[in-house]
């Protein structure tokens, strides 16, 4: 059985400052974790994913993520906030439980202010 | 290339008419995911396809719905007798084989209104 929880349902930051967005995970095999972001009126997109190799895991944007197996943790990181990343972003855990099908947590929406 | 298509973007139906939404997935990609996605709420899984076959229903809210899949390609989600707490945003997905580690590639949704 495979569970995520996005421990914030709203982070709020000033511009050019860090941003945290935090993500637990429940998991019964090896996961591959994943962030996925919403733009308003858009699809949702890759950010990154985790998948067994390094954990601490690059993506677009300036986005990074570290795989933190003792703490079940998969937190996104950013180190200067911009306008542009105020979105919806979701983790996502995916292991085998006869398929993969991936698990959504409930959205973490990220408010940027000037 | 091109990416995951759904059409209609939008849709408008009244209590009790069917409705039929439509994705096409990336050319290639052999599984197939039908999500939800309410107000304020996070993806709701409905099923799975990988190929034309469906191993996982187990999101499928109720008998009511329904989905296909032709050709290894073009999907088709069915709601019959809509009811007004069957307005959400319906998102489609497709990834390469359907692995765990497979990146999904997300539609544009059809945002469905029952009234």
């Known amino acids: 059985a495979q569970s995520v929880t996005q421990l914030d349902s709203h982070v709020s930051v000033s511009e050019g400052t860090p941003v945290l967005l935090r993500c637990n995970y429940s998991s019964s095999y090896s996961p591959s974790l994943f962030w996925y972001v919403q733009h308003p009126n858009k699809g949702l997109q890759l950010l990154l994913k985790y998948t067994s190799a390094a954990t601490l895991v690059k993506g677009i944007n300036g986005f990074e993520a570290e795989f933190k197996k003792s703490e079940t943790s998969f937190h996104l990181t950013k180190p200067s906030a911009h306008m542009s990343d105020a979105a919806e972003y979701f983790c996502v855990v995916s292991d085998w439980g006869g398929s993969y099908i991936p698990t959504f947590g409930r959205g973490t929406s990220l408010i940027v202010h000037p | 290339g091109a990416g995951v ?92 084989g359907g692995a765990g580690t497979d990146t999904q590639y997300f539609g544009p949704g059809t945002r469905l209104t029952v009234l």
């Open chain 2, 5 to 96: 298509s759904q059409s209609p973007s939008n849709k408008v139906t009244e209590k009790g008419k069917d409705v039929e939404l439509r994705c096409d997935p990336i050319s290639g990609h052999t599984a197939l995911y039908w999500y939800r996605q309410s107000l304020g709420q996070g993806l709701e899984f409905l099923i799975y396809f990988q190929g034309n076959s469906a191993p996982d229903k187990s999101g499928l809210p109720s008998d009511r719905f329904s989905a296909e899949r032709t050709g290894g390609s073009v999907s088709t989600l069915t709601i019959q007798r809509t009811q007004q707490e069957d307005s959400a945003v319906y998102l489609c997905a497709s990834s390469l």
